[in-house]
């Protein structure tokens, strides 16, 4: 009866949740229903975080995003970081950091139904965050220390996997062939007075030069790296300020 394309693991985690709904559970996963909603949860960078349809589920690629911003953090000897994570969604990235380095940790994003759910999950990590619904272009960035954001990126245009359907658009797509939001981050860090340390963002593969134009037109004295992620594919920028 198993799926396929599941794993052993999750189907017996399946079977244990849903002893006597078996039929329609495998019906759902026939749907391209994501597995991970039918599960609940999913880990994150050694904590659980609760998933439903009004997060965005959480990828291999983030996970490997909160471990680099963690050692920059490390190298750079930031003292206590206030650390702003723009489009938290679940609150994944805000929770594994507080979880892993000392830190004060604030968590924004448009939905109000996301920023429910960010709270349970803080709760459920045992980790004091806070979190507030607010559009993440238009919220104060004055005073971190860190900026880090995982925003939408995907073009309207581009395909996507039929799963994708189940979870939040607003959470997948942006406009300007999904680099909206990296170019008003970029342009809002720009304005302020005192720059944060560090600035790190997650891209689509193909993004890495449209976002080194929008760091070259708005920003002065910085520095930009990019890293790859396991699959060896352009997938994270980084921005430091003296």
């Not at 880990?43 to 609760?50: A, D, S």
Request: glycine share 4%.
């Amino acid at each position: 009866m198993k799926p396929e394309n599941i794993t052993i693991t999750d189907w017996d985690l399946l079977q244990k949740k849903y002893p006597d709904h078996l039929n329609e559970i495998v019906a759902k996963l026939k749907e391209h229903y994501p597995v991970q909603y039918l599960i609940g949860d999913v880990e994150f960078l050694n904590t659980t975080i609760n998933v439903d349809e009004r997060v965005l589920i959480p990828r291999f690629e983030t996970e490997l995003l909160v471990e680099k911003i963690i050692e920059k953090i490390k190298i750079m000897n930031l003292d206590k970081p206030s650390i702003l994570d723009l489009g938290t969604g679940s609150g994944c990235i805000s929770i594994a950091l507080k979880k892993n380095i000392d830190c004060e940790v604030t968590g924004v994003d448009i939905s109000a139904n996301a920023i429910t759910l960010a709270k349970q999950n803080a709760l459920l990590n045992d980790t004091k965050i806070e979190f507030k619904v607010a559009d993440m272009v238009t919220f104060d960035y004055a005073g971190f220390n860190v900026i880090v954001s995982n925003p939408p990126y995907v073009s309207e245009k581009e395909p996507v996997g039929p799963e994708t359907k189940y979870e939040p658009q607003n959470a997948l797509f942006a406009q300007n062939q999904g680099l909206y939001f990296y170019e008003k981050i970029i342009e809002k860090i720009s304005k302020l007075t005192s720059k944060p340390r560090l600035v790190a963002f997650e891209i689509g593969m193909t993004q890495k030069t449209a976002v080194e134009s929008f760091a070259q037109k708005y920003l002065d004295d910085y520095n930009l790296y990019i890293e790859k992620d396991l699959m060896n594919r352009d997938r994270y920028v980084f921005l430091t300020f003296e």
